[in-house]
C-alpha cells in the first residue's frame, strides 16, 4: 500500500528503535516482569533484559506497530516507519525476531509486473523448492504483463505451466490476483485445461476481465471481483456476461465486484444469477445510471449486506458540498455522502454497510422496533480547504475578466464557497463518527435531489 508519509533514513529509524527498547522506562518494566516468567531469558552485559527474553505475543506486537501507516500515539510515533521493508530491516535485530518475522513477510506475494520472464520462472522455482514459502503463503499476486512480451511467446507454455504447478502446491493461498494480457491470459487458460487443474482452497479470485474460464476451476470461492476495467463490447457474450454466467454455478459466493459501467441490464443479470448474494462492488467510475433505477433493482436482493459504489459526488445530481479536515485528522462528510448514505439506508432496509468511493463506510449500530435503523460512518476527506478555494477565487478576481460575465460567475462562485464554508464549520464542529438517527425505513417520497438536499442541510445546520 502507498502512502504519503515521508521517507526517515534508516540509521534514524534504527537509532529510534533503539532507544525505545533500551531506555524507555515502561518497556524496561515490561521486560523485568516477563524476564521472570520467561525460562530462556538473556540478559545483556549492561544487566538490562535484551529482545530475546521477550514473548512471542510481545515481538509479534512490535511487528504489528512497524506495518502501520498512520502514527496515532507516542509509542507508535517511536517506529517512524509504515513499510514492509522496514519490518525486514528490524527482523534482523534477533534470531527469533527473524522467525517470527518471516511469516509476516511471505504471507503475502507480489511477483510482477516488470519481471522477465526468465526472472519470473526463477522465482516461481524458489517458492516450490522444500525451504520455500508454502507453509507461510496466504494470498499470491501475480502480474503477467511481463517485460519482452514480444518474444517471449516460445516461452508462455512452460511459464504458465511453471505457475499453475505453483500455485497448486501453496497449500494455504485463500487469495489468488493474476493480472494477464490477454496472449498471456489464452496461454494460462490452455495449461489449465490440458491439465484438468482444480484450485479446490482458493476462496477469493482477483482476476482481468478476460479470465472467466478460471472460475470453475475453484470449487470454495466465496469473493470474485476484476483487477481491471471491463470493456463494453456489443458481442451477445460481453465479459461482463461471461463474468455473471461463471459465477452462476458457484454455491457459496458470497461477493461479486466489477470495474463496469453497470447498466441495470447488468443487475438484473446478477440478479438472476445470484440471488442470495450478500455482497456487491458497483465499480463504475462515472455513474451513467440513476441512483434510483439502480436502488430499485438492489432492493430485490434479498440477502444483500453489503453495498460499494463509487464515489457519493458521482451519484448525485447536485453539486457535491466540499468540506474540509482539520491538522489533527477529523473528518466529515460531504453533503453528498450524506445525501446518498440517507437514500440508499432507505431503499435497502436490509443493508449492513455501505462503501462509497475508497474513503468513506458507514455502517448500522442499531436497529430499533420503530423501523428506524443507527449509523456509524468513518470517512477520510482530504481536500483543499475552503479558505484556500475562496482565496483562489480573490486571486482570479484580482487579476480581471475579460467580460463582465466572466466577473459575474465568479462573483457567484464566490459567494458559493463562503455559504458552503459556513455550512462546513457547523459540520466540523461535529464528531468524525456520529449517529445518523431517525433513518426509517419507508418508502421516499417523490422529491427531487435538490429538495431533499437541501433539508438535510437544514438538518445539519441546526
Known amino acids: 500500500m502507498n502512502t504519503d508519509h515521508p521517507q526517515v533514513p534508516e540509521h534514524q529509524t534504527m537509532e529510534s528503535l533503539t532507544r525505545l527498547f533500551t531506555f524507555s522506562e515502561s518497556l524496561s518494566q515490561l521486560y523485568r516482569s516477563l524476564w521472570t516468567q520467561h525460562t530462556n531469558a538473556q540478559i545483556s552485559a549492561e544487566n538490562r533484559p535484551s529482545l530475546d527474553c521477550l514473548l512471542d505475543d510481545v515481538l509479534l506486537i512490535v511487528l ?80 503477467l504483463w511481463l517485460e519482452g512480451a514480444t518474444d517471449m511467446s516460445k516461452h508462455h507454455w512452460i511459464l504458465m505451466r511453471e505457475l499453475l504447478e505453483t500455485v497448486s502446491s501453496l497449500e494455504h493461498v485463500r487469495v489468488l490476483d493474476i493480472t494477464a494480457t490477454e496472449s498471456s491470459a489464452l496461454a494460462l487458460q490452455a495449461v489449465v ?3 484438468h487443474v482444480r484450485l479446490e482452497g482458493i476462496t477469493e479470485l482477483i482476476l482481468s476481465p478476460n479470465m472467466d474460464w478460471l472460475i470453475p476451476k475453484c470449487p470454495d ?22 463474468l455473471i454466467e461463471a459465477v452462476a454455478s458457484i454455491d457459496n459466493l458470497q461477493h461479486f ?31 451513467t445510471s440513476n441512483l434510483d433505477d439502480r436502488l430499485s433493482v438492489l432492493r430485490k436482493f434479498q440477502h444483500l449486506e453489503r453495498l460499494q459504489m463509487t464515489d457519493a459526488s458521482k451519484l448525485v445530481r447536485v453539486q457535491t458540498l466540499q468540506t474540509w479536515t482539520t491538522p489533527l485528522y477529523t473528518e466529515t462528510m460531504t453533503a453528498a455522502q ?50 484556500e478555494q475562496l482565496a483562489h477565487m480573490r ?32 459540520m466540523n464542529s461535529r ?3 456520529q449517529t445518523l438517527a431517525d433513518v426509517m425505513h419507508d418508502d421516499l417520497d417523490d422529491d427531487d435531489d435538490a429538495e431533499q438536499l437541501r433539508r438535510l442541510q437544514e438538518e445539519m445546520a441546526m
Open 431 to 433: 464528531t468524525d463518527v
Open 395 to 426: 486571486e482570479r478576481m484580482s487579476c480581471g475578466f475579460d467580460t463582465e460575465r466572466d466577473e459575474a460567475n465568479a462573483a457567484a462562485q464566490e459567494d458559493e464557497l463562503a455559504e458552503q464554508m459556513s455550512l462546513a464549520e457547523t
Open 338 to 387: 450524506a445525501h446518498v448514505t440517507e437514500k440508499v439506508f432507505k431503499y435497502l432496509p436490509r443493508l449492513k454497510e455501505l462503501i462509497l468511493g475508497p474513503a468513506f463506510r458507514a455502517w448500522v449500530v442499531r436497529r430499533h422496533a420503530d423501523g428506524r435503523i443507527d449509523l456509524k460512518w468513518e470517512a477520510t476527506v482530504v481536500r483543499p480547504s475552503l479558505q
Open 193 to 195: 485445461e490440458d491439465v
Open 221 to 242: 470461492l466465496q469473493a470474485l471481483s476484476t483487477n481491471d476495467w471491463v470493456v463494453v463490447s456489443r458481442d451477445k457474450k460481453s465479459p461482463t456476461t461471461r
Open 257 to 287: 465486484a466489477l470495474h463496469s459501467p453497470w447498466h441495470s441490464d447488468t443487475l438484473h443479470e446478477v440478479l438472476a444469477a445470484l440471488p442470495r448474494i450478500r455482497s456487491i462492488g458497483m465499480l463504475s467510475g462515472n455513474c
Open 64 to 143: 504489528d506497530h512497524l506495518e502501520q501507516f498512520d502514527v496515532e500515539n507516542a509509542f507508535q510515533a517511536g517506529f517512524l516507519t509504515h513499510k514492509l521493508s522496514d519490518v525486514v530491516r528490524f527482523s534482523t535485530v534477533s534470531k527469533r525476531l527473524r522467525g517470527l518475522a518471516e511469516a509476516r513477510i511471505l504471507r503475502r506475494l507480489h511477483l510482477g509486473p516488470s519481471w522477465s520472464a526468465s526472472k519470473l520462472s526463477q522465482a516461481l522455482r524458489a517458492i516450490r523448492s522444500p525451504d520455500g514459502v508454502r507453509c507461510y503463503t496466504k494470498s499470491l499476486k501475480i502480474d
